[in-house]
């Protein structure tokens, strides 16, 4: 289900799962939503009422209609829609990037190479970056290596950042002279489990790309309150928040803002591919005009801490990867495309044991699609269930012929509430 709210509400999703430790279950279940009000001059935060809407899919396919019309493709039709690129370079290339930052050097004195289409702005680490912190693993084998972002908690005064040599003038709009009908995406992956420590309070907490000007709005692309909730401010004077992202696990972001003179600016978050992929999809919008601006002095060029944050707890702590920025707004569908490449790899990975990777279901049958990690020339059993530890049914049973298997049940129960699903290896 998608949540939608108008301009003076915020967005908030959650997410539930089950797991166990050899056989891996999923859950099926409608999600639980909860939205504030966020008064951010007064510091308020109350209760706000909220609408669900499933978002239109006719033909099942797991891409909205409204994406697949706007990418050209037939939204009543299964066998019309994106196709998945091989691989994760090869999907972020197709789009173009203007900045594209990949952590692959493992020594701090090469930088961070800029393979976006703009000129300049290569990467400098600061000095509390050392060549231990690079050459991480990432979230996927296409994706190279990662850089990590270690502790302890650290006020703005930081030397662990990414400088990248100027402001990156896609992440802000100026009031001094603003460009309507602007548009940015920045995409990463990242692997947290940090929290802020000053409620939800964007000026006090660690952020990823962020600068804090007092007495103005200011973008955040990404950061964390205390309750561990992953945040896009947008101008802080509207928040989006998804809870789940600091659990320790690699997660995709895709932030994307619109700026709009006449008409409400737009503000979305993907995660994992958005929510048709079982992962969240928020948006807010913010009044157009002078709170959707910033001052120049509230440019963002360091990646790794909120500048001119007020806390002690300024510095971003944990792992990141392949930081894009576009100059273009991404729509769920292209998020998600990302999101399924990166999986994508010609070479099938080594896989020593396996986990459901996807569980989703489509709003026009309520079919429910589940991917999982397999061996080649291994048979899976998958079973479900209402009434959890027992009485597990048989499905149906799958020899793999890759690394990466799918079922589709079409005969969900319709009277229960909410089911499991597990993948047993024969």
Known sequence: MELKMNMNDIRNTKKNHATTSR??????????????????????????????????????????????????????????????????????????????????????????????????????????????????????????????????????????????GAVIPELTNFRSNPRYGKETTVEYWIKTTQNGNYGNQAWNSPGILANERPGDGDMYWGWFNEEGDFGFSTADFREAFVPGITDGAWHHVVLVKVWNETNDSISKVYIDGGELSGGATVETTTPAG?????????????????????????????????????????????????????????????????????????????????????????????QRTATLPTNWVTLGTIKASTARSQFTDTNRPPNSPRFFYRVQRN
């Open 23 to 164: 056989i891996i279950c999923g859950v099926v279940r409608t999600a639980g939503y909860k939205a504030c009000l966020i008064l951010a001059a007064a510091g308020l935060i109350t209760s706000a009422q909220a609408q669900t809407n499933s978002p239109t899919d006719t033909d099942g396919d797991l891409f909205k209609d409204s994406d697949e019309v706007e990418m050209g493709f037939n939204p009543n039709s299964a066998a019309s829609k994106p196709t998945v690129a091989a691989d994760w370079v090869s999907a972020v290339k197709a789009d173009a990037p203007a900045y594209w930052y990949r952590f692959e050097a493992t020594n701090v004195t090469a930088g961070v190479t800029n393979s976006g289409s703009v000129k300049g702005f290569a990467g400098k680490y600061g000095t509390g970056i050392v060549n231990n912190n690079l050459g991480k693993t990432s979230a996927g084998p296409s994706l190279g290596k990662a850089i990590e972002f270690t502790g302890p908690k650290a006020t703005p005064i930081t030397k662990k950042y990414v400088d990248f």
């Open 290 to 382: 002078f709170d959707s601006l910033t001052d120049p002095a509230a440019g963002i060029r360091f990646l790794g801490f909120t500048e001119h944050g007020l806390g002690t707890n300024s510095q971003y702590i944990g792992f990141i990867d392949e930081v894009a920025i576009y100059t273009n707004a991404f729509n769920e569908a292209r998020a998600r495309l990302h999101f399924l490449a990166a999986s994508s790899t010609n070479t099938p990975p080594v896989v020593n044991d396996f986990a459901i990777t996807l569980i989703s279901v489509a709003p026009v049958n309520g079919n429910v699609l589940i991917n999982w990690n397999s061996l080649v020339n291994t048979n899976y059993s998958v």
